[in-house]
């Protein structure tokens, strides 16, 4: 039964701290995503890589979020320094480019920032 | 810019039928698709469109104009486990989606 894992599940951290949360796509998907999901805001696409190269990260903070996919089988989504405002659930999804561009979600990691 | 609308919330009875709507107005249109989402769960795959039409896929249907940038989903045969929030996505270009805020709904006995 492949899915998408994520890890942590969940994280308590203080303002200023790091936090790097961690994907592994669904193996032979080529397309990972990380979303963000609050309340207010709904779901938001942070990046969107393909073959492991970033073609969309324009809704990613920049000055504190940065993502990357070190290999085929890990996409990490990192914040530095985190912020009470980054408090959410941080989803990454996977999928097959050129089919039916379905994307499967992981678990999500939720995220508390005090 | 990107604009999806949803309802914000819907309630029927079990055993009903419940249209919920979306419509559109994007840069770009590569297919509508439509997540489950239930409460502290991630968004679950119900129904993708590409073409005008209606897709049935048991319980659940989905309805799609691109002309008019409005799709539809209909969930027959309501049970209480129907119960979620509905997402209503835009696939731009690829698998590049905008998602709609989401459509909670209560099945009520």
């Known amino acids: 039964d492949a899915r998408v894992t994520q890890t942590p599940r969940h994280k308590v951290t203080e303002m200023g701290q790091e936090v790097t949360m961690r994907c592994q796509p669904i193996?032979?998907?080529?397309?990972v995503f990380w979303y963000r999901q609050t309340m207010m805001q709904g779901l938001e696409l942070l990046a969107y890589?393909?073959?492991?190269?970033?073609?969309?990260d324009s809704g990613m903070p920049k000055d504190r979020f940065s993502a990357e996919m070190p290999d085929a089988t890990l996409a990490t989504l990192k914040i530095q320094p985190s912020e009470p405002r980054d408090s959410a659930v941080y989803f990454c999804?996977?999928?097959?480019?050129?089919?039916?561009?379905?994307?499967?979600f992981g678990p999500g990691t939720r995220l508390t920032v005090t | 810019g990107q604009n999806i609308d949803q309802p914000t919330e819907m309630t029927a009875t079990e055993g009903a039928i419940v249209q919920i709507n979306c419509t559109y107005q994007t840069s770009g249109f590569n297919g509508l698709f439509w997540y489950q989402q239930h409460a502290g769960e991630a968004p679950t795959f119900l129904s993708y469109n590409v073409l005008d039409g209606l897709e049935e896929k048991g319980r659940f249907s989905s309805f799609l104009s691109r002309s008019k940038g409005y799709s539809y989903l209909l969930l027959k045969e309501l049970q209480m486990k129907d119960s979620a929030s509905y997402l209503c996505?835009?696939?731009?270009?690829?698998?590049?989606?905008?998602f709609g805020p989401g459509t909670r709904l209560s099945v009520l006995p």
């Open positions: 890589f393909r073959n492991r190269a970033p073609l969309d």
């Open positions: 996505a835009v696939a731009l270009y690829g698998q590049n989606f905008v």
């Open positions: 193996l032979g998907h080529n397309t």
């Open positions: 999804a996977s999928g097959v480019s050129g089919t039916d561009n379905e994307q499967y």
